[in-house]
């Protein structure tokens, strides 16, 4: 693994999740789960870009690599504003 790489899954490693509840299905089984978590990655997929195409493994890294990518962005943007509030 490269540096860059290993420093960017640290900082995405430092990144808070809130737990989600699970859901509960029946007893039998017959939740449709297979059909439901298809349309959700190709739900993913046309989300991230570069997403098209890639089989589920590769597209949870770019998706994981692109939420540390939007989070990095409003880090940035974040100070920006308040460099130019303390300006004002």
């Keep these: ?7 960017r ?4 490693s430092k990144v808070k999740w809130s ?3 699970r859901r509960t299905y029946s007893s039998d089984g017959g939740d449709g789960g297979g059909r439901s978590v298809r349309m959700k990655v190709k739900k993913l997929q046309k989300l991230i ?6 089989q589920p493994d590769p597209l949870f890294l770019r998706t ?4 540390l990518h939007l989070r990095l962005q409003v880090n940035v943007l974040q100070a920006l504003s308040k460099i ?3 300006a004002i």
């Design 49 to 54: 870009p570069g997403g098209k195409g890639l």
């Design 64 to 67: 994981a690599d692109y939420i």
């Design 9 to 12: 899954y640290k900082e995405f």
């Design 1 to 7: 693994m490269k540096h860059t790489e290993s420093r």
């Design 84 to 86: 130019y509030q303390s």
């Design 19 to 21: 737990r989600r509840r």
